[in-house]
T-cell receptor
Framework: EAQVTQNPRYLITVTGKKLTVTCSQN?????MSWYRQDPGLGLRQIYY???????DKGDVPEGYKVSRKEKRNFPLILESPSPNQTSLYFC???????????FGDGTRLSIL | AQTVTQSQPEMSVQEAETVTLSCTYD???????LFWYKQPRSRQMILVIR??????QNATENRFSVNFQKAAKSFSLKISDSQLGDTAMYFC????????????FGTGTRLTVIP
């Protein structure tokens, strides 16, 4: 089954404790992205990747890092999480330009 | 920069009736793609419908159709014969035809279908 898998689905943690949200897709897609969703703001892009070892900032990259060492994986790293990073996070992938995105099921992060 | 505006934070419709969700966007591009995504309580992002800007014909998917007005930069979603399962948050999104950036989203419209 074609899917984008994020882990964990839920996480409550404390300020400053490094965390990683994993994202994996099994569709051999070149393009992968991370978004955060906040009430009243919709989804905003954090980082995206066009292929292995190619990443670029989206609209709200501050406080986040990503890596793309393999085509299927695109982890999101919060080196020193802060309460303003409490949000719902989505990973997405697509093949080629202008194709619809496939979204993961979301990760709810709460930073206390 | 592209912006996408959904001016209706919340809407409601009676079951079996028709409802239209509004979306406007701002871009200097001539070729681009527009999407409507549905997000039910499960939080999944589900593609509802897609429109290519170079196509004049409005896209339709069963009970879902769009009214794409390129000159007005408007992209509304019409849901016919509304069903309880249509209750969800709906997001309008924009993507450039050529380029590496992904989707620009509106702020969403929460639709409630009333039995």
């Amino acid at each position: 089954e074609a899917q984008v898998t994020q882990n964990p689905r839920y996480l409550i943690t404390v300020t400053g404790k490094k965390l990683t949200v994993t994202c994996s897709q099994n569709m051999n897609h070149e393009y992968m992205s991370w978004y955060r969703q906040d009430p009243g703001l919709g989804l905003r892009q954090i980082y995206y990747s066009m292929n292995v070892e190619v990443t670029d900032k989206g609209d709200v990259p501050e406080g986040y890092k990503v890596s793309r060492k393999e085509k299927r994986n695109f982890p999101l790293i919060l080196e020193s999480p802060s309460p303003n990073q409490t949000s719902l996070y989505f990973c997405a992938s697509r093949t080629g330009l202008n194709q619809p995105q496939h979204f993961g099921d979301g990760t709810r992060l709460s930073i206390l | 920069a592209q912006t996408v505006t959904q001016s209706q934070p919340e809407m409601s419709v009676q079951e079996a009736e028709t409802v239209t969700l509004s979306c406007t966007y701002d871009t200097s591009e001539n070729n681009y793609y527009l999407f409507w995504y549905k997000q039910p309580r499960s939080r999944q992002m589900i593609l509802v419908i897609r429109q290519e800007a170079y196509k004049q014909q409005n896209a339709t998917e069963n009970r879902f159709s769009v009214n794409f007005q390129k000159a007005a930069k408007s992209f509304s979603l019409k849901i016919s014969d509304s069903q309880l399962g249509d209750t969800a948050m709906y997001f309008c999104a924009f993507m450039k035809h050529e380029g590496s950036r992904d989707l620009f989203f509106g702020t969403g419209t929460r639709l409630t279908v009333i039995p």
